[in-house]
């Protein structure tokens, strides 16, 4: 039998021993070592490690790459909320378009298959910027799987129109809804609203929660009751949640068994949140990222992803999870073999688990593949490992190649 792709020597996460992936029909048709036969396209993986690409479980295509229209003065949340709000009023469709684009073609190049996007949807943004998200989720179809959450920056109660926009934009393809209880005068209403709005289209809910160093002001504990009410566990994700990172462990560890036994699943955004917290306190600067390690331990579903590139929020950014890993690796100081592993699960299975899109390389599966130049998945993120190539259902989506040093002959020295 000819095979469509046949890629050799490839390593899994599950063990050292190298393999050769055969695809027919955009499956993956076997899985073992030495196999003979023929296909269409042969790939020497030359001992890389074979996985289904990263997955970005948090980022705001919309209101990416806007520097040029932006002051940063202050580093602050709040400075960034409104000079995003002042420069979004001047979005065009075709503006959000370009520039999701730039960010999306990145993206793909760094490994990404799927990714979760919030698009701003009120009476500043209107639906230009769903519009333009709508067209790129189509138009990278070849290559990456988006889901857009339609998403409420700036408030709900305080303006009822957004509730209504929010609810146009479901019933025409928005995949979830998300809240931003932080900027509303109600915050318990505003989250209230968002999970009438879950319940009416049957769809999930992310919300952008408790972003600060306060550990005494949250919303969480309505997150959480809401979620019971409404029955909606294993639904529910919060991103964010910096202020865990000024509790102590213990109740951090109480925290991450309420939302396990919720069924709520918590990212961090370790660029941003960096960043934007902390700068009050000159010296001996807080970090300001939830501790993820110590939630997961406590079987809280985990994450780590972009958030934004290149805006107030994030003034850098180049749409690569595995670098975003390594960083979350650095700002938990965490070194053993597991826990580096546990870092790569964070940009890869658990946010697959978040956003629905959970794949694995099996025989029968679905031949979404990625390379990345490196032994086994704690390397990976230990050396921030480079990507070399992918296929999204058994079709080459990018390549980046091997690298290549050109020494000096003897001659030459």
């Not at 303006?159 to 809240?179: C, I, Q, S, Y």
């Not at 213990?250 to 709520?264: D, Q, T, Y």
């Amino acid at each position: 039998m000819t095979f469509d792709l046949l890629i050799r020597n490839a390593r899994l996460a599950a063990g050292p021993d190298l393999l050769d992936i055969a695809v027919a029909e955009g499956r993956i048709a076997a899985l073992a070592a030495g196999l003979r036969c023929e296909a269409v396209e042969e790939v020497d993986a030359r001992g890389a490690l074979a996985f289904p690409g990263f997955t970005d479980a948090h980022v705001h295509l919309d209101k990416a790459c806007i520097l040029d229209r932006c002051r940063i003065c202050e580093g602050t949340l709040a400075e960034a909320v409104r000079e995003t709000a002042k420069a979004k009023a001047g979005f065009t469709e075709d503006d959000v378009y370009r520039r999701a684009a730039r960010v999306v073609e990145k993206a793909i190049a760094h490994g990404t298959t799927a990714m979760r996007s919030f698009v701003e949807i009120d009476p500043r943004a209107g639906f230009r910027s769903f519009a333009a998200l709508t067209r790129i989720r189509t138009d990278f179809a070849f290559a990456v799987d988006i889901q857009l959450c339609a998403f409420a920056q700036e408030g709900l109660t305080q303006e009822p129109e957004t509730l209504a926009m929010l609810d146009r934009a479901l019933a025409d393809g928005a995949d979830l809804v998300g809240g931003c209880p932080y900027t509303d005068p109600d915050p318990a209403e505003h989250i209230r609203l968002i999970f009438d709005l879950a319940e009416k289209h049957d769809v999930d809910v992310d919300f952008h929660l408790d972003f600060d160093l306060n550990p005494e002001r949250t919303n969480l504990p309505a997150v959480i009751a809401e979620t019971a009410r409404r029955g909606w566990g294993g639904r529910v994700t919060i991103g964010h949640v910096t202020n865990l990172a000024a509790m102590l462990p213990e109740r951090v560890e109480a925290i991450g068994r309420a939302l396990a036994e919720a069924g709520i699943a918590l990212v961090a955004l370790p660029a941003t949140d960096l960043f934007l917290n902390g700068r009050e306190m000159p010296v001996l600067t807080p970090r300001g990222v939830a501790p993820l390690h110590r939630l997961a331990g406590e079987g809280v579903v985990t994450a780590v992803a972009t958030n934004n590139v290149l805006n107030p929020f994030t003034p850098y950014g180049d749409g690569s999870l595995i670098r975003m890993a390594n960083l979350q690796a650095n700002v938990a100081q965490v070194s053993r073999g597991e826990d580096l592993a546990l870092a790569f699960d964070m940009v890869t299975s658990l946010p697959g688990r978040i956003i629905n899109r959970s794949r694995r390389l099996e025989a029968g599966g679905e031949a979404t593949i990625v390379l990345v130049d490196a032994a086994d998945p704690g390397s990976a993120v230990r050396e921030v490992a480079r990507v070399i190539g992918g296929w999204k259902s058994g079709r080459k989506s990018f390549w980046n190649g091997w690298p290549a040093l050109f020494y000096p002959s003897a001659r030459d020295v």
